[in-house]
């Protein structure tokens, strides 16, 4: 299984941005997709998770209200719509996909990532 990022780019602090995760394999039944963001060098830094089978969706408190996640089955796609983004958000963002909300390591492999970056 293989996820490609894309979406990313300059946008400043207020503005929105909608992030899509496609894998390569009809997975989203099967596994959980997690959104993370890490720098080069970093600590990963989970902002949300949308499970397999029902749904639900996890956040953390950083994002929470701000950031939504959900998914297109006809598509493979699942996205992260980010909203009232901060400077702080700034970060390069992947998906992977993962049995569980909140297990780790992911299954398969994720792509390159795309940077966000919020500035004025």
């Known amino acids: 299984v293989h996820l490609v990022e894309s979406g990313g780019g300059l946008v400043q602090p207020g503005g929105s941005l909608r992030l899509s995760c496609t894998a390569s394999?009809?997975?989203?039944?099967?596994?959980?997709i997690t959104w993370f963001r890490q720098a080069p060098g970093k600590e990963r830094d989970t902002v949300s998770c949308i499970s397999s089978g029902d749904g639900r969706t996890f956040y953390p408190d950083s994002v929470k209200g701000r950031f939504t996640t959900f998914r297109d089955r006809a598509k493979n796609t699942v996205y992260l719509q980010m909203n009232s983004l901060k400077p702080e958000d700034t970060n390069i963002y992947y998906c992977?996909?993962?049995?569980?909300?909140?297990?780790?390591?992911?299954?398969?492999?994720w792509g390159q990532g795309t940077q966000v970056t919020v500035s004025s």
């Open positions: 992977a996909a993962v049995d569980l909300c909140g297990s780790w390591p992911p299954f398969g492999s």
């Open positions: 394999e009809l997975i989203l039944d099967s596994y959980a």
